[in-house]
Each structure stands twice: as C-alpha cells, then as structure tokens.
C-alpha cells in the first residue's frame, strides 16, 4: 500500500506524530492522522529486537495492558519493560498497522545495548562536560504547564489534549503544535538532563533514514514528543554512527508478558507513568458521556462495599462537576472535578471510601493477557499449565485463598505455591490459617506483580517443570546454607512444597552442621522448624521418620548445653536467649506429639541412624518412654535455670512461670520462688527481670487469678527505693502494657481496692498476704523472734510480752 500525502499543516517529509506515553488524547490523534495520512509503514518508539512480535498483537488472547519484556540471557534478573496499555498512542499505531495492512517496525535503540547500560555508561557519556551535567532533568509537560499559567502538568494536559479531541478539520495541528513546544524547551533545555537520548535519537534517525529509502516519505513515526525536534534535525549518517560506536551488548531474548494498571501509575516509579491510568482507561474507551459514565463507576463501587448510593447520588455528582468545571474555567469535568464531586455527594465529605475509589479506579487493578503462542522460557509454560490445571488465575488485585490440605486440589494448590516460594516468585504470601491452629489449613494472599515474569525468568536456569527446579534450587540452598537455622527452615519449606526428593540432600546437610555448630542460640533456633516439619507427614503424606532423630538429637544438645549458656549475660543477650527458651519450650511439646507419631518409624535405617548419631540422639524417642525422658529432662533444665543465681533474672523467673504452666510447680513454690526472687537483698534491676520473665507473655491472668503472687508483686513494688524506682520503671512499663487492656483493668482494681473487699463467692477464697480485712496473728508473731534480737534481752521486762504482741499484732 502506498501512502497519500494528507492535507492541512502537515510539514513536507516523514509523517512525525510526537506523543504523550499512555495519553489518550494523543492516541485518538495518533488513529485519526494515521487514517488521514495513510503511510506505508509506521515506526514506533521500541526495541528493534521486538519486530517479530508485533503481529502477536493481532491475537484476540493479547489484551492490554500488556509489556514487551527483555532480559538478558546470561542474567535474567538483568531485564526492562515497555509497557503499552490500550490507550497508549503506540499501541494504538501497531493495531493500526496490523488492520491495514502496513509493516509496523520499532525503532528505538536495541535492547541489546540497553540491558548492557547496567554495567556502565557509554563513551560519550562519561565525557560529557561537568556544566552540561549539572542541568537538572526536567519534565517537558511541567514547563509548558508552568508557561500556559498551570500549576498542575496533568490539569494542563487534559484542558489542552484530553477535552479537546484530535483536530476535526486539521488531524496534524496538534501534533504541529506539540512539536513547535518541543523545538523550544529542546533549544533552551538541550537533552534535559537525559544524555541517553542522544544515543537512542541517534538510532532512530538511521532508522528512519532506512524506512524512507525504502518507502520514500510515505513513512510515520510514533515516538515521544521530546524526541520530534531531533529526528527533524540534520545530521550526518556518519556522526549518528559515531554516537553509537563501542556500545556495550548482552545477548537479549523478548517476549509479550501481562502488565497492570497499577505499574503504570508513577507512584510505582515507572519513569514515563501517568496519575491516573484507570481513569484514562475510562475516557479513552468510553463511547460518549464519559463524566456520567465515570461517576456511574463510582456509584457501582461504594454500593459493593455496602455504601448508600443511589441514582440521585449520580445525578446530583454529575451536575456538581459540571459546574466545579465552568466555574474553574474547564472545557469540560475533569479528574479533580469529579473526585470533588463524588466526595461531596457520594462520600459525604470523607476521604476514607475515596481512597477506595482512587485505589480500585482511578489507578485500577486491571491485568493484561498473553497467548500461549507468545515466547516464553519452558519453565513459564509449566507454570501456566499448572494454573489452569489448578484453577488459580494471576489477577493484579490482591486476594485471599483458603485452602484445606485434606482435599487434593487444595494440596496441590498449596505445593505449588510453596514451590514458587522456593524459586523467588513471590506470587502468594502465607497468612494466619482462619478458625484452626492445625496444620490442615492455610491462608494465602495471591496478588501478581508484573515483575514476576522476570522472576520466572530467572528460575528457568534451575530446570523446565515447578517441581523439578524447586527441587534443584533446594539442593543448591542446602549446599551453600551457612547457618544451621538456614537447613531446617529450608527442611520446613521442601516438605510444604511436596519435594521428598529433595530431602536427602537437605538431610546431609542438616547432619553436617548440625554436627559442627556448638552455639546453643544456633541448635535453639534450628529446633523449632524441625519440629514443625515432624508434623506435616499426616496432612500431606509426607515420611518425615528421617527427621526425627536428627530433631531429638538436637533436643539433647540442647539440654546439655543451655544452662551454661545462661549465665552472665547482659541485657540484650538475656532477651534472646529467653526468646530461645519459649521456642525450645514449644517444641519440646510438638516434638513428643510428632514422635509419638513416629514411634514406628523411629528405628530407621542405617542413613537415619548416622543422621541421629551425628547429632547425639539415642534413636529411641519415639517410644512412650522416649517421650516421658524427653519432657522429664527438659523440667530438669527449667529446674537448674530457675534455681541458678548466675542466671540472668529474665531466664529464671521464665523458667519458674513455664514449670508453673505445665504443672510441675504448685502455686505455693511458685509463690516461694517469687518471694526469695524479690527479697530485699535482690538488686531492683534483678527483681524487676525476673517478674518480666515471670509475668510477660500473657502472665497478667496469673496475678488476677492468682492474688497471692500479685501481693508479692506488690510489695515488692511499693518497697522499691525511690532511687531506683527511676530504673526499674521502663522494664515494668513493658511487661504489663504488653497485657490486654481488660487485664490491666482488673488488675488495676484488685489493687486499688484491695482483694478483702470482695463479695460472694469470692470473699471465702483465700486471699494474698496483707490484703485481709483483719489483722494477720500468724505473720505478727512472726516479727517477735526479730524483735528480740534487736531489743536484746534486757530490754523485755516481766509481763510485758502480751502486750508487745498485742501491739505489733495491731500494727500488721
């Protein structure tokens, strides 16, 4: 097809539309001066390499928005984007070319040499003049907006583009016009601060030369605006060759992949993103009255989230915005004016459900599509397969997804996505199981982020399948994991993601540092993954027999070596390591469940048994008695912890509240314990780390249900010196904010009014010393022994003792 030259202000030569990247005013003008102008080719602004990709954008299976993706091929974590959306004016030129017939081409700098950017900068870069470089990058659509009397670009753009159309009569006046602009700031600005596009302006003008010896003028071009003055400039070939001489290359592959609104957006930090693309979405694809039709939008919304909007609601918004507009002085409503209006009307003056609107619409959560024809490495392929096998679609809106991993599909759904984990596709976070604590639910949080494509790019190096580079990439972890706690979680995460077949490697592993590492803080935070895995073989089917030696292994170790780990630490280290305590604490208790459960498989193999070996386990835990020793050897260590006074006094009064917990202390030695900790030789410090260790973590319904300790705590608090009171007060300010606001209301009662004071039911239960409504004969006696010491004995005269009991009788 040969091009016809078109009429109006059309400059003699190529046809050259510069355009505003995701505007769809200038997409609407981009279609209307292509079907004046009918060109025999079109050019646009992209990377060479893409050029067989573009009659995939034919395929009624590639929805926009959608992004050409290139990486290198070495590194696939070296990568970039061109995203186009429906109302990107480049978009709209491929489609244009695809449906008439004309060879659509992309001219931009290959991204063989902009991947390779990364590693440096080009030659005449790194001699450009400190002076030049200095010029601050500036954004063009700004400074004409400043200059046309606007203190918002995207407010000037819409009065100046979007609600004025393309040029009914003249279709290339707008583009004459933005160009004329351009020429300006290009001469009062030069590059603006983006010596790059001296080297890409340089390759599009080579190509462009190319098109027209081929073509002749019957050529169009769709590029950014900025770029417009330097492709009408006259250069030599010669020096535009030079720019381009001794620029670095990778190797590049590209591909469609599906892109988002939200990407779009600036705020994502996309160089060339818009504010608004959900709304310039809207008005690009909206027939006619796009305010009403928009505002329509927003009524459907609220009233989805439960708010009471009607049909006058959107009467009444679309007339508000429409005056907002004539008052402003607006062709017509824009964005502000109908953001305006729906927070007056619809919103009733609150920001809150506007955030939603903004959040769901104005940017939106649209996701675009990719055939399967598209190229893509195996792994990806693999990937979709699974999707669609699975029924679990990428979408751009995060969403939640409940699993059961009773049920087959759910299973499968949760190995996959753990698998993903394994490989760095971050695809689905895992949440709080919803109304169960057990191990056969899960909750997950999907949302698909265009990166993503990169990420499965990069795992492609570990094999073609989920499975079978999850499992490569779990070995290669396991090799090169430093940290004993690095193993086990990694043990953790191959059971979850169904990957027995890695397990023997992570097993050797584990063994190997297991064997090494003589840091109990290490074994203690190693223990509790463990344990964890012991207990997904029911769910998911899983032989974890050979986890379980390895586990009651470090369990000894542990034992062994944590009550000398305790002594003399500071504060910080204390905190840690009551950290560790808690954590061995609960898996001790998961442990005996999971060994009961394998106590058939306990005696395995020569391969399990050199695992447990290497560790120091006795290859017997899984019996009944294995079990009982286990915990009876823990007490003892909460024992020895609770009654060292080198310990640290946050790890003591710890040990005496989980012994207290699990029954093994009755309340009155707990009461001993506590009373000895917070005697008046105990430094205030000390006492105050104990009740931290004793009371924290849910210790407040203790002291109310048990108010013989909250007597002693306090007396011992109303006995703290006031010099040291100062000290003390940040350590207990933290224990007990840390409790429920109903407990320390309760507690704060107790004390105020004091526990003699109840009524019922509760005035016949015992009551904490002191706090009775009559004297205590018992605790005066008590005193008398003291007081005879201090007295001596001459100072008793006959018939006096009576009434000295009377007295200190009175007195407590």
């Known amino acids: 097809m040969t091009g016809t030259a078109g009429t109006g202000s059309r400059q003699p030569g190529p046809l050259l539309l510069g355009v505003r990247h995701h505007g769809p005013g200038s997409a609407r003008a981009v279609r209307a001066a292509l079907d004046a102008a009918r060109p025999a080719t079109v050019l646009i602004e992209g990377p060479p390499e893409a050029d067989a990709l573009i009659p995939l954008a034919a395929d009624p299976d590639l929805r926009p928005p959608v992004a050409l993706l290139a990486h290198a091929v070495d590194e696939p974590g070296r990568s970039a984007f061109w995203p186009f959306a429906g109302f990107s004016p480049e978009w709209v030129a491929v489609r244009w070319a695809l449906e008439h017939g004309v060879p659509a081409r992309f001219i931009d700098l290959p991204a063989t040499h902009t991947l390779a950017w990364d590693a440096g900068p080009p030659p005449e870069e790194e001699a450009r003049p400190a002076d030049e470089e200095e010029r601050v990058r500036f954004d063009p659509l700004a400074v004409l907006a400043g200059t046309a009397g606007y203190d918002d670009p995207e407010r000037w753009w819409e009065d100046a583009v979007e609600h004025r159309g393309p040029g009914e009569r003249d279709p290339f006046a707008p583009f004459e016009a933005l160009a004329e602009a351009m020429g300006a700031l290009r001469e009062r600005y030069g590059a603006g601060g983006r010596p790059r596009d001296l080297v890409r302006e340089a390759h599009m003008r080579l190509r462009l030369r190319a098109a027209r010896k081929e073509f002749g003028d019957a050529v169009a071009v769709v590029c950014g605006a900025w770029h417009v003055p330097a492709l009408r400039e006259k250069t030599t070939v010669t020096a535009d060759r030079a720019l381009l001489k001794g620029l670095p290359k990778v190797k590049a592959d590209l591909t469609w992949v599906p892109w988002t609104h939200r990407r779009l957006a600036r705020s994502s930090g996309y160089g060339a993103g818009i504010d608004s693309p959900g709304w310039y979405g809207h008005l690009f694809h909206a027939p006619d009255r796009p305010v009403e039709r928009w505002l329509t939008k927003v009524a459907g919304l609220l009233r989805e989230e439960d708010r009471i909007v009607s049909s006058a609601h959107v009467i009444e918004a679309v ?25 007056a009307v619809m919103c009733e003056g609150s920001d809150v459900p506007l955030a939603l609107v903004h959040d769901r619409l104005v940017v939106g959560d649209a996701l675009g599509e990719v055939p399967e024809s598209a190229p893509a490495v195996p792994l990806q392929r693999d990937l979709v397969r699974l999707q669609r096998t699975l029924r679990i679609k990428p979408e751009a809106l995060e969403r939640e997804l409940e699993l059961d991993l009773r049920g087959d599909t759910d299973a499968a759904r949760s190995r996959l996505l753990h698998r993903l984990r394994l490989l760095g596709i971050g695809w689905g976070e895992p949440g709080p199981a919803r109304g169960s604590t057990g191990t056969f639910r899960e909750t997950w949080r999907l949302r698909w982020e265009p990166e993503l494509s990169v990420r499965v790019a990069e795992a ?5 399948t989920v499975a079978g580079a999850a499992r490569a990439r779990a070995e290669a972890d396991a090799a090169a994991a430093g940290a004993l706690a690095d193993v086990t979680a990694l043990a953790e995460r191959c059971l979850l993601a169904g990957l027995p077949d890695a397990l023997p490697a ?14 109990v803080g290490h074994l203690a935070q190693a223990l509790p993954a463990l344990v964890r895995s012991l207990r997904y073989g029911d769910v998911r089917g899983t032989d974890t027999r050979a986890l379980a030696g390895v586990a009651a292994g470090l369990a000894e170790r542990i034992f062994v070596g944590l009550p000398p780990a305790c002594a003399a630490l500071d504060t910080d280290a204390a905190e840690r390591m009551r950290g560790h305590v808690d954590a061995v604490h609960t898996a001790v208790g998961l442990l005996g469940e999971a060994l009961v459960g394998t106590a058939a498989g306990a005696a395995v193999g020569a391969d399990d048994g050199a695992a447990a070996s290497a560790t120091g386990g006795e290859g017997t835990a899984g019996s009944p008695d294995g079990l009982g020793e286990l ?10 912890l609770a009654a060292r006074d080198t310990v640290a006094g ?13 029954g093994e202390l009755g309340a009155g030695d707990a009461a001993r314990a506590m009373g000895l900790a917070l005697s008046p030789g105990t430094p205030p410090a000390v006492a105050a780390a104990w009740i931290e260790g004793f009371v924290g973590g849910g210790g407040g319904l203790l002291l109310v249900h048990d108010e013989r300790l909250l007597g002693l705590v306090d007396t011992w608090l109303t006995g703290v010196p006031a010099e040291a009171f100062t000290g003390v007060l940040p350590l207990l300010r933290r224990t007990f904010a840390a409790y429920d606001p109903g407990v320390r209301r309760t507690l704060g009662e107790l004390v105020r009014r004091g526990p003699g004071e109840r009524t019922g039911a509760a005035a016949r239960r015992p009551t904490a010393p002191g706090f009775a409504a009559e004297p205590d004969t018992e605790r005066a006696d008590a005193v008398l022994p003291v007081l005879r010491l201090l007295l001596g004995p001459d100072g008793h005269r006959p018939g006096t003792t009576t009434h000295d009991k009377s007295l200190t009788r009175a007195g407590a």
């Open 319 to 343: 007339r508000l915005a429409e005056t907002l507009a004539a008052m402003r002085g607006r062709p017509l409503p824009g964005l502000g004016e109908t953001t305006d209006a729906v927070r």
């Open 460 to 464: 492609g190096v570990w094999g073609t």
């Open 506 to 519: 992570v097993m050797r592993a584990l063994a190997d540092r297991a064997a090494l590492d003589t840091d």
């Open 631 to 640: 915990r009876q050897r823990w007490q003892a260590v909460l024992r020895a």
């Open 650 to 662: 946050v790890i003591r009064g710890r040990a005496v509240r989980l012994l207290l917990d699990e």
